[in-house]
C-alpha cells in the first residue's frame, strides 16, 4: 500500500487542527488534559507560585520585640469596652506589637457592633498609632444564665466549662505563629499599670499573674480573683478522698477548700516578689506562646478537681512550666452588680 503526500492540502489540514484544539482547550475547559486528570480544587487552597512554601524557625521565640496577643472573651460587653480599650491604648507597650482578638458568645446587647465601632476608631488613626489587628469572632454556646446566678455555687462547674470552652475556641482561632505571648484580659478589669506588659514579662516565667483586687469607692482593700492559690497541706488532704470528677472552687463557704490565695498575701514587697501558684485566674494573664503551642489548654472538664483557668494551671504545671503570681502588683476589677 502506498500513500501520496500533498503538502498544500496537509498545510490546510494542520491549520483546522490547530484551530480546533485551540477551541477545545480554551472555549471548553473541562476538557482539557489538566482538568482530566485530577479533581477541580477551590481557589481557596490554591497556591500562587510566590507561596508554595513557607518556612518558620519555631526554635527561635525570643524576639527583641515579642509580638502579644490580647485574648478576651465577651459576652453583654457594652458597658465596659471603653474603658477596656482605653486601659489597652495607654499601655507603654507599642500598639503595633499588640493583636487583639475577641470572642463573643449567647450576647443579647450590641457588642459585636460597639467592638467595630471601636476598631474603626483605633485603627483609623496613622500607622503608628494603631494596634497589629483586631479581630472579632463569634460562636455562641446556647448557654444562658441569668445574672443574679452567675456567681451561685451549684452552677460553677457548668458555667467554668463553658467559660474554657470559649477560652479554647478563641485561643485556636487567634493564634499565629509569630506570637511570643498571649494575654488573658477581662474586659471588666478597670485599672491597671501603664507599663503592665513589660512588668509581667520581665518575671520571666511560663505563666504570670498580678494580684486582682475588687475596685471600691471608698478604697478599702477587698479581694477580687481568688483563683489565684497555692495549695497546702490541708487542701491536698482533703483531696485524697474526693470522687475524680468533684469540682473545687474558691471562696465558697458551701466547700471550704483550705488553700492559701494570693489576695491573702503581703502585697508590700513589691516587683520582686514572686510566688509559685497551684491555681490561677484570667483577670490577666500572661502567658509565654509555646505554653499554649504544646497543648496546656483549658479543660471544660475535672482535671486534678479544677476547670477553666485554675485547671489550665494544673495541667501547665503538670507539663513541667512554671506558675507564678506577684502578690505586690495590684490590677483592680469592677465591682459588679
Not at 119 to 124: F, H, I, T, V
Not at 238 to 250: A, H, R, S, T
Request: hydrophobic share 40%; charged share 25%.
Amino acid at each position: 500500500m502506498s500513500y501520496t503526500f500533498n503538502v498544500k492540502n496537509n498545510r490546510k489540514a494542520m491549520i483546522v487542527a490547530a484551530v480546533f484544539v485551540f477551541c477545545l482547550f480554551f472555549f471548553m475547559p473541562s476538557f482539557s488534559p489538566r482538568r482530566l486528570s485530577k479533581l477541580p480544587v477551590s481557589s481557596s487552597y490554591q497556591m500562587s507560585a510566590e507561596t508554595q512554601v513557607t518556612y518558620n524557625n519555631l526554635n527561635n521565640d525570643r524576639e527583641p520585640q515579642a509580638r502579644i496577643l490580647v485574648l478576651t472573651p465577651l459576652k453583654d460587653a457594652v458597658p465596659y469596652l471603653d474603658r477596656y480599650f482605653e486601659l489597652l491604648d495607654q499601655t507603654t507597650y507599642p500598639n503595633h506589637l499588640i493583636s487583639i482578638a475577641f470572642l463573643v458568645s449567647d450576647t443579647t446587647d450590641d457588642t459585636v457592633k460597639e467592638l467595630y465601632r471601636h476598631a474603626e476608631r483605633l485603627q483609623g488613626r496613622f500607622w503608628w498609632n494603631r494596634f497589629h489587628d483586631i479581630r472579632v469572632f463569634e460562636k455562641d454556646f446556647h448557654f444562658d444564665l441569668p445574672n443574679d446566678q452567675r456567681h451561685k455555687y451549684e452552677m460553677q462547674p457548668l458555667r467554668r466549662s463553658v467559660m474554657a470552652r470559649s477560652r479554647n475556641y478563641l485561643l485556636a482561632s487567634a493564634m499565629r505563629d509569630d506570637i511570643q505571648y498571649v494575654a488573658w484580659v477581662d474586659v471588666d478589669v478597670i485599672e491597671y499599670p501603664n507599663s503592665i506588659f513589660e512588668d509581667l514579662m520581665s518575671v520571666n516565667e511560663d505563666v504570670v499573674v498580678p494580684n486582682c483586687l475588687l475596685h471600691r469607692e471608698d478604697g478599702a482593700f477587698y479581694a477580687y480573683d481568688k483563683n489565684n492559690w497555692q495549695e497546702t497541706e490541708e487542701s491536698w488532704a482533703i483531696q485524697k478522698d474526693l470522687d475524680p470528677e468533684f469540682v473545687l472552687l474558691e471562696g465558697y463557704y458551701e466547700f471550704p477548700t483550705h488553700r492559701y490565695l494570693m489576695v491573702d498575701m503581703p502585697t508590700h514587697k513589691g516587683m520582686d516578689y514572686k510566688v509559685p501558684l497551684d491555681g490561677v485566674g484570667a483577670t490577666f494573664t500572661l502567658v509565654k506562646a509555646h505554653v499554649h503551642r504544646e497543648g496546656a489548654n483549658f479543660p471544660a472538664y475535672p482535671f486534678q478537681h479544677q476547670v477553666e483557668t485554675e485547671g489550665f494551671a494544673k495541667m501547665a504545671k503538670a507539663m513541667g512550666f512554671t506558675v507564678y503570681g506577684i502578690p505586690g502588683y495590684l490590677i483592680y476589677h469592677i465591682e459588679n452588680h
